[in-house]
């Protein structure tokens, strides 16, 4: 079956940096738009990057535009989050997703596959 699993959040003080990776299994991966989300806690959860299955552009939530990087590496089946100069305000879980369609991964917020997330908590 389908599986994606994220790793690298953790704690990290204000201004720091952290780099979440999602390792995926048991489909095409080339096949996929992949993209990363968070939640914190009461609120909605958030798209953060999108990034399509030919790294050929990235998009970002204006909140983490120019401090987060997204990237994918297609020969390890796995996606990337590159995160610099972190607030507290990123405290999350933070969730990497994957859609057969971008579009629908960027506009529907519902992709075909989540992974379990991982927790990413900055202190100030």
């Known amino acids: 079956q389908v599986q994606l699993v994220e790793s690298g959040g953790g704690l990290v003080q204000a201004g720091g940096s952290l780099r979440l990776s999602c390792a995926a299994s048991g489909l095409t991966f080339t096949r996929y738009a992949t993209g990363w989300f968070r939640q914190a806690p009461g609120k909605e959860r958030e798209l953060v990057a999108t990034?399509?299955?030919?790294?050929?552009?990235?998009t970002y939530a204006d909140s983490v535009k120019g401090r987060f990087t997204i990237s994918r590496d297609n020969a390890q089946n796995t996606v990337y989050l590159q995160m610099n100069s972190l607030k507290p305000e990123d405290t999350a879980v933070y969730y990497c997703?994957?859609?057969?369609?971008?579009?629908?991964?960027?506009?529907?917020?519902?992709?075909?596959?989540w992974g379990q997330g991982t927790q990413v908590t900055v202190s100030s």
């Open positions: 990034i399509p299955w030919s790294g050929s552009m990235t």
């Open positions: 997703a994957a859609d057969t369609s971008w579009q629908h991964l960027y506009y529907s917020k519902s992709p075909n596959y």
